[in-house]
Protein backbone atom coordinates (compact mmCIF):
# COMPACT_ATOMS: atom_id res chain seq x y z
CA UNK A 1 0.00 0.00 0.00
CA UNK A 2 0.98 3.74 -0.70
CA UNK A 3 2.46 5.39 2.23
CA UNK A 4 0.53 8.67 3.28
CA UNK A 5 1.88 11.57 4.89
CA UNK A 6 -0.43 13.73 7.50
CA UNK A 7 0.76 16.89 9.90
CA UNK A 8 1.14 15.45 13.15
CA UNK A 9 -1.36 18.10 14.55
CA UNK A 10 -4.01 20.47 13.73
CA UNK A 11 -6.43 23.03 15.77
CA UNK A 12 -9.62 23.77 13.96
CA UNK A 13 -12.24 26.83 15.84
CA UNK A 14 -15.42 25.09 16.35
CA UNK A 15 -17.64 25.73 14.00
CA UNK A 16 -15.29 26.73 11.37
CA UNK A 17 -14.29 24.08 8.60
CA UNK A 18 -11.57 21.77 9.52
CA UNK A 19 -9.34 20.77 6.49
CA UNK A 20 -6.97 18.08 6.79
CA UNK A 21 -4.38 17.33 3.77
CA UNK A 22 -2.71 14.03 2.94
CA UNK A 23 0.02 13.40 0.62
CA UNK A 24 -0.04 9.78 -0.99
CA UNK A 25 2.50 10.97 -3.61
CA UNK A 26 3.28 7.26 -4.89
CA UNK A 27 -0.36 6.24 -5.03
CA UNK A 28 -1.46 3.69 -7.78
CA UNK A 29 -4.30 4.00 -10.01
CA UNK A 30 -6.40 1.34 -8.34
CA UNK A 31 -5.77 2.42 -4.85
CA UNK A 32 -8.47 3.96 -3.18
CA UNK A 33 -8.21 6.91 -0.02
CA UNK A 34 -10.18 6.28 2.81
CA UNK A 35 -10.21 8.42 6.06
CA UNK A 36 -10.99 6.97 9.23
CA UNK A 37 -10.41 8.92 12.91
CA UNK A 38 -10.17 7.31 16.10
CA UNK A 39 -11.39 9.69 19.01
CA UNK A 40 -9.63 8.99 22.19
CA UNK A 41 -9.75 5.40 23.50
CA UNK A 42 -12.52 4.80 21.12
CA UNK A 43 -11.74 2.20 17.70
CA UNK A 44 -11.66 3.86 14.74
CA UNK A 45 -14.63 4.87 12.66
CA UNK A 46 -15.07 4.97 9.09
CA UNK A 47 -15.45 8.50 7.76
CA UNK A 48 -15.52 8.58 3.80
CA UNK A 49 -13.12 6.98 1.05
CA UNK A 50 -13.08 7.68 -3.03
CA UNK A 51 -10.90 6.85 -6.17
CA UNK A 52 -10.48 10.18 -8.08
CA UNK A 53 -13.73 11.88 -7.85
CA UNK A 54 -14.53 14.35 -5.61
CA UNK A 55 -16.98 12.47 -2.60
CA UNK A 56 -18.94 13.83 -0.29
CA UNK A 57 -21.17 12.37 2.90
CA UNK A 58 -23.14 13.14 5.78
CA UNK A 59 -19.68 13.62 7.77
CA UNK A 60 -17.19 15.09 5.67
CA UNK A 61 -16.38 15.71 2.22
CA UNK A 62 -13.22 14.10 0.46
CA UNK A 63 -11.51 16.38 -2.55
CA UNK A 64 -8.89 14.12 -4.10
CA UNK A 65 -6.44 16.23 -6.61
CA UNK A 66 -6.48 15.87 -10.13
CA UNK A 67 -3.08 13.96 -10.65
CA UNK A 68 -4.18 11.92 -7.58
CA UNK A 69 -1.45 12.66 -5.23
CA UNK A 70 -3.06 14.39 -2.34
CA UNK A 71 -6.55 14.78 -1.43
CA UNK A 72 -8.22 16.86 1.81
CA UNK A 73 -10.85 15.56 3.92
CA UNK A 74 -12.72 18.83 4.89
CA UNK A 75 -15.57 18.30 8.18
CA UNK A 76 -17.55 21.31 7.41
CA UNK A 77 -18.47 23.03 10.76
CA UNK A 78 -16.38 21.37 13.31
CA UNK A 79 -17.64 20.53 16.70
CA UNK A 80 -15.66 19.68 19.79
CA UNK A 81 -17.19 15.94 19.36
CA UNK A 82 -14.70 16.02 16.65
CA UNK A 83 -11.67 16.25 18.36
CA UNK A 84 -9.52 13.11 17.49
CA UNK A 85 -6.58 11.21 15.53
CA UNK A 86 -7.58 11.08 11.51
CA UNK A 87 -5.54 8.66 9.53
CA UNK A 88 -5.44 9.04 5.57
CA UNK A 89 -5.20 5.40 3.89
CA UNK A 90 -4.67 4.11 0.77
CA UNK A 91 -5.19 0.48 -0.47
CA UNK A 92 -6.89 -1.37 -2.99
CA UNK A 93 -10.05 -1.81 -2.61
CA UNK A 94 -11.20 -4.91 -1.15
CA UNK A 95 -7.97 -6.04 0.12
CA UNK A 96 -7.72 -7.11 3.74
CA UNK A 97 -5.92 -5.19 6.22
CA UNK A 98 -5.86 -1.39 6.65
CA UNK A 99 -2.26 0.14 7.47
CA UNK A 100 -2.70 2.84 9.79
CA UNK A 101 0.34 5.90 10.27
CA UNK A 102 0.17 8.50 12.70
CA UNK A 103 -2.37 10.50 11.36
CA UNK A 104 -2.84 13.76 12.28
CA UNK A 105 -4.22 14.88 15.78
CA UNK A 106 -6.96 17.34 15.03
CA UNK A 107 -8.29 19.77 18.03
CA UNK A 108 -11.07 21.36 18.06
CA UNK A 109 -11.42 24.32 20.43
CA UNK A 110 -14.28 26.60 21.80
CA UNK B 1 -28.28 -3.75 14.30
CA UNK B 2 -25.62 -3.81 17.30
CA UNK B 3 -22.44 -2.95 16.75
CA UNK B 4 -18.89 -5.05 17.19
CA UNK B 5 -18.89 -6.44 20.69
CA UNK B 6 -15.32 -7.03 22.02
CA UNK B 7 -15.03 -8.18 25.33
CA UNK B 8 -14.19 -7.62 28.01
CA UNK B 9 -13.15 -3.90 28.05
CA UNK B 10 -10.38 -4.02 30.04
CA UNK B 11 -8.05 -7.08 31.11
CA UNK B 12 -5.54 -7.36 33.89
CA UNK B 13 -2.75 -10.50 33.31
CA UNK B 14 -0.09 -11.20 35.53
CA UNK B 15 3.02 -12.43 33.28
CA UNK B 16 2.96 -16.32 32.25
CA UNK B 17 -0.89 -15.86 32.30
CA UNK B 18 -3.16 -16.24 29.50
CA UNK B 19 -5.21 -13.44 27.51
CA UNK B 20 -8.51 -14.58 25.77
CA UNK B 21 -9.76 -11.48 23.84
CA UNK B 22 -13.61 -11.99 22.46
CA UNK B 23 -14.92 -10.30 19.41
CA UNK B 24 -18.43 -10.67 17.96
CA UNK B 25 -18.60 -8.88 14.89
CA UNK B 26 -21.46 -6.98 13.40
CA UNK B 27 -24.61 -9.07 12.11
CA UNK B 28 -24.54 -10.37 8.69
CA UNK B 29 -20.81 -9.61 8.58
CA UNK B 30 -18.26 -12.94 8.49
CA UNK B 31 -14.91 -11.05 8.07
CA UNK B 32 -13.43 -10.54 11.41
CA UNK B 33 -9.89 -8.59 11.60
CA UNK B 34 -7.66 -7.81 14.66
CA UNK B 35 -5.96 -4.75 15.13
CA UNK B 36 -3.09 -4.00 18.33
CA UNK B 37 -2.43 -0.28 19.27
CA UNK B 38 0.67 0.03 21.79
CA UNK B 39 0.75 3.22 23.79
CA UNK B 40 0.81 6.35 21.63
CA UNK B 41 1.27 3.98 18.12
CA UNK B 42 -0.90 3.57 15.63
CA UNK B 43 -2.77 0.34 15.04
CA UNK B 44 -0.93 -2.59 13.45
CA UNK B 45 -2.45 -4.80 11.14
CA UNK B 46 -2.24 -8.76 13.29
CA UNK B 47 -4.45 -11.10 11.61
CA UNK B 48 -7.75 -11.82 8.95
CA UNK B 49 -10.24 -14.25 9.55
CA UNK B 50 -13.40 -15.64 7.65
CA UNK B 51 -15.45 -17.99 9.32
CA UNK B 52 -13.33 -21.34 10.56
CA UNK B 53 -10.33 -20.22 8.15
CA UNK B 54 -7.32 -17.51 8.72
CA UNK B 55 -7.14 -15.75 5.62
CA UNK B 56 -3.96 -13.16 6.50
CA UNK B 57 -1.76 -13.50 9.76
CA UNK B 58 1.63 -11.73 8.22
CA UNK B 59 0.56 -9.09 11.17
CA UNK B 60 0.86 -11.79 14.14
CA UNK B 61 3.84 -12.58 16.42
CA UNK B 62 4.93 -16.07 15.27
CA UNK B 63 4.82 -17.09 18.87
CA UNK B 64 2.38 -17.08 21.98
CA UNK B 65 -0.62 -15.40 19.71
CA UNK B 66 -3.14 -17.82 18.00
CA UNK B 67 -6.92 -16.44 16.57
CA UNK B 68 -9.92 -17.71 15.68
CA UNK B 69 -13.20 -17.59 13.85
CA UNK B 70 -15.25 -20.66 14.70
CA UNK B 71 -18.98 -21.38 12.54
CA UNK B 72 -20.70 -20.67 15.75
CA UNK B 73 -19.59 -17.91 18.41
CA UNK B 74 -16.96 -15.33 18.85
CA UNK B 75 -13.65 -14.80 17.74
CA UNK B 76 -10.78 -15.28 20.09
CA UNK B 77 -7.36 -14.05 19.99
CA UNK B 78 -6.00 -15.94 22.58
CA UNK B 79 -2.33 -14.80 23.82
CA UNK B 80 -0.20 -17.60 25.77
CA UNK B 81 2.08 -16.35 28.19
CA UNK B 82 1.96 -13.01 28.47
CA UNK B 83 4.39 -10.56 29.09
CA UNK B 84 4.75 -6.53 29.42
CA UNK B 85 5.25 -5.84 26.03
CA UNK B 86 1.55 -7.15 25.42
CA UNK B 87 0.08 -4.53 26.95
CA UNK B 88 -2.19 -2.94 24.49
CA UNK B 89 -5.35 -2.03 23.08
CA UNK B 90 -6.40 -4.90 21.12
CA UNK B 91 -9.30 -3.72 18.68
CA UNK B 92 -11.56 -5.99 16.37
CA UNK B 93 -13.31 -5.03 13.11
CA UNK B 94 -15.67 -6.79 10.54
CA UNK B 95 -16.94 -6.31 7.24
CA UNK B 96 -19.40 -8.13 5.16
CA UNK B 97 -19.05 -10.15 2.92
CA UNK B 98 -19.68 -8.07 -0.36
CA UNK B 99 -17.89 -5.03 0.93
CA UNK B 100 -14.80 -5.81 2.49
CA UNK B 101 -13.01 -2.30 2.30
CA UNK B 102 -15.54 -0.84 4.59
CA UNK B 103 -14.25 -1.96 8.21
CA UNK B 104 -16.64 -1.60 11.33
CA UNK B 105 -14.30 -1.75 14.85
CA UNK B 106 -15.51 -2.13 18.33
CA UNK B 107 -14.16 -0.23 21.23
CA UNK B 108 -11.53 -2.52 22.26
CA UNK B 109 -10.06 -4.78 24.84
CA UNK B 110 -7.38 -2.88 26.91
CA UNK B 111 -4.82 -5.10 28.07
CA UNK B 112 -2.76 -4.96 30.89
CA UNK B 113 0.60 -7.61 32.04
CA UNK B 114 1.45 -6.80 35.54
Same mark, same amino acid.
Given at each position: DAKTTQPPSMDCAEGRAANLPCNHSTISGNEYVYWYRQIHSQGPQYIIHGLKNNETNEMASLIITE???SSTLILPHATLRDTAVYYCIVRVENTDKLIFGTGTRLQVFP | NAGVMQNPRHLVRRRGQEARLRCSPMKGHSHVYWYRQLPEEGLKFMVYLQ???IIDESGMPKERFSAEFPKEGPSILRIQQVVRGD? +? +????ASSPLRAQNIQYFGAGTRLSVL
Open positions: DRK | KENS +A +AYFC
